[in-house]
């Protein structure tokens, strides 16, 4: 459920529209590559969920089988994503629920509330995953029949968009940024009966479930608007509906959606952050657990201020191209991690592996230049972090030598 949560929220109502601007007609194609990808990635990740069963991801994964740096890659890649992608889960929650002046104070709420439902327990963060989910799904399942049978909106048509290769490139790795949800899963491995079971299972799951979600979604929005149609509009799934009495129905599907995207972010980078603190390639006090819910709780209070602050400097397009250069990163990590474990512990080919690190390779190459940009910008914030930490322990070591030779 929270990886159906993270997904549904990410892609629905976000990743189609700037998907089909790149891709163009060949929409669904680019669905088919992120699909696969995401596909190779989930298994490189059961694989390694099942052999680590800790919280942290591929930040994990990776020290333990590439070393400290790859793994620092993983984890910073991990965090700065998707913490640019929750500002922007809460910002779509906001913008349906909320009029225009009212946005950023609801996105800001809503933050404080999730954080606070994380806070007391996994098991909290699960049941509210539930509800949103089975909510999100029934309203969909409405809005989707209605549009079929009776939709208002206007098929807009057009010469016909062709972008060629690294359009239809662009648009698997924006689309991309939807199927990314089941690192969360990855994540939560202290805190979950029969990890080496259970993780596998659920990743497995929720990405079947969500790309047979998605294919329907996005034919019935190519029947009902045409390409030109999805490209043009932040909201196609509204636009289809015209004066329908079913509009709210999105509207109230969207903003669930956003919320349960953004509960399954909140509790993915915290657990992340966590890891990475007791390493201390963050601040060491962010590996606090709390001690009556088991719960990273400073590091998830850390990451809602962060999501705060960036709420205020996001939009919705420019946070979806950057937080898939930090997750497609986050997974080329995992990917080559999986591809360097032993015979006995895959679940997978060797060249399930080899082929998800070139899938994320070259989809990180043709995403948006600005997302590219930024992107470097922020990993080299973190090398730099990193390196400065390491030579103030390498002083401190050496310090603390001369101190006992004298």
Request: charged fraction near 10%.
């Amino acid at each position: 459920m929270i990886g159906l949560s993270a997904m549904i929220g990410a892609g629905l109502f976000s990743a189609l529209t700037p998907a089909a601007a790149a891709a163009g007609s060949w929409l669904l194609v680019s669905l088919f590559i992120a699909a696969a990808l995401a596909y190779a990635n989930a298994r490189s990740t059961a694989q390694l969920a099942a052999r680590y069963p800790t919280s942290g991801g591929t930040y994990a994964y990776g020290r333990e089988v590439l070393g400290p740096w790859p793994g620092f890659i993983a984890g910073w890649g991990f965090v700065v994503g998707k913490t640019a992608s929750a500002a922007a889960m809460a910002l779509t929650f906001a913008t349906y629920v909320a009029p225009e002046a009212w946005v950023k104070p609801v996105a800001v709420a809503a933050v404080a509330l999730l954080v606070c439902v994380n806070y007391v327990g996994i098991s909290r963060t699960a049941a509210a995953a539930k509800i949103i989910v089975a909510a999100v799904l029934g309203l969909l399942a409405v809005v989707l029949i209605v549009i079929s049978v009776d939709g208002q909106g206007m098929r807009e048509s057009g010469p016909g968009m062709d972008p060629g290769v690294v359009g239809i490139l662009q648009g698997a790795g924006l689309l991309f940024f939807a199927f990314a949800g089941y690192a969360r899963l990855a994540t939560l491995g202290e805190e979950v009966r029969d990890p080496q079971r259970t993780i596998p299972r659920a990743i497995g799951l929720s990405l079947g479930l969500v790309v047979v979600l998605y294919a329907v979604v996005a034919v019935v929005m190519l029947n009902a608007l045409g390409v030109e149609g999805i490209a043009a509009h932040d909201k196609p799934l509204a636009i289809a509906l015209g004066q329908s009495w079913a509009v709210p129905l999105v509207q109230i599907a969207a903003s669930l959606a956003s919320l349960g995207a953004l509960l399954a972010l909140i509790a993915g980078i915290g657990r992340t952050a966590m890891a990475m603190a007791r390493e201390h390639d963050l601040p060491h006090t962010l590996a606090t657990i709390h001690p009556r819910f088991s719960t990273p709780h400073r590091a998830e209070l850390v990451v809602g201020m962060v999501v705060v602050v960036l709420i205020v400097f996001f939009d919705l397009r420019t946070a979806i191209g950057f937080s898939s250069f930090g997750v497609l990163t986050y997974y080329l990590i995992a990917n080559l991690a999986a591809v360097r474990q032993p015979a006995d512990a895959r679940l997978s080919p060797r060249w399930v592996g080899i082929a998800g690190a070139v899938g994320c390779t070259v989809l990180v190459a043709t995403l948006p230049l600005t997302a590219v940009v930024v992107g470097l910008v922020m990993f080299a914030v973190g090398i730099c972090y990193r390196l400065m930490r390491l030579s103030v322990a390498k002083r401190g070591q050496h310090g603390g030598n001369a101190s006992r030779k004298m």
